[in-house]
């Protein structure tokens, strides 16, 4: 048994700090766990009265500053390290520190891949294992297809390790292109998910909708909900179709 809420959020991050970060952190689980718990503290500080009034100092908002020290100082302790000892890794990391960028360039990048690959990809994950757990149909689907580009690109008879070696030995082409099913079931997923009301704050000027003028500086607000639940447009809006 698994938490898709505790042990899928863990699995994506272990993966975007190893796609995106550094070596130091992904091949120690540990490291990594002290790691997300810093990243969550930074990400629960994105609280309404934050997004709303950043200048209050709120305990959320206090987290969040710690927080962020917190991880700066340690990605900066691991340069000066590289740097200093000539220690060279294969990671993204070190491509940025090749490439002569700036200490506080190179966090900055790190960062914005964590925040850009973690939040919304470990929600998908969790609601996609739910939701195709509750559709045998388009479960054994996505099982079937993941069977056959195993096959085709890494088959068992192979001299491969594991079954861990032989997905990473699928080319990223395929992963990109060989994956209908699976693709319609996350973009299904994201519709049933992403349910919610989406903010925009008009900053660029005056704007024209619907033949009214909205100042600027107001707050927008739309559900998606009206869109992603009409039958209209969705012939089974609570249900899990990835043909739809």
């Known amino acids: 048994m698994i938490d898709p809420f505790v042990d899928l959020y863990s699995l994506v991050f272990r993966l975007t700090i190893r796609v995106g970060g550094c070596r130091e952190i992904a091949d120690s689980v540990g490291q990594c766990k002290k790691m997300e718990e810093l990243f969550w503290?930074?990400?629960q500080g994105a609280t309404p009265t934050a997004v709303l009034f950043p200048w209050f100092p709120s305990p959320a908002?206090?987290?969040k500053v710690k927080a962020t020290a917190e991880v700066f100082d340690w990605f900066d302790r691991i340069i000066k390290t590289r740097r200093e000892e000539g220690q060279r890794e294969d990671d993204a990391m070190q491509m940025l520190l090749d490439m002569d960028h700036s200490t506080a360039d190179v966090i900055e990048f790190v960062l914005f891949v964590l925040f850009a690959g973690i939040i919304n990809t470990g929600l998908m994950s969790a609601w996609l294992f739910i939701?195709?757990?509750q559709e045998p149909e388009w479960?054994?689907?996505v099982v079937a297809e993941l069977d056959a580009i195993i096959d085709q690109h890494a088959p068992a008879s192979g001299s491969y390790a594991s079954l861990a070696e032989?997905?990473?030995?699928?080319p990223?082409?395929?992963w990109e292109n060989e994956l209908p099913v699976l693709d319609d079931c996350i973009r299904e997923t994201i519709r049933r998910v992403l349910s919610t009301a989406m903010l925009r704050r008009v900053t660029d000027g005056d704007i024209q909708i619907a033949?009214?003028?909205?100042p600027n500086g107001t707050?927008?607000?739309y559900s998606a909900a009206d869109t992603h639940n009409d039958p209209t447009i969705f012939p089974n809006p609570r249900k899990q179709v990835a043909c739809q």
């Open 172 to 174: 990223p082409s395929a």
């Open 61 to 63: 908002r206090q987290k």
């Open 211 to 214: 033949g009214k003028t909205v």
């Open 131 to 133: 939701f195709l757990d």
């Open 166 to 170: 032989r997905f990473s030995s699928v």
């Open 219 to 221: 707050f927008l607000a």
């Open 139 to 141: 479960r054994d689907k």
């Open 41 to 43: 503290a930074i990400d």
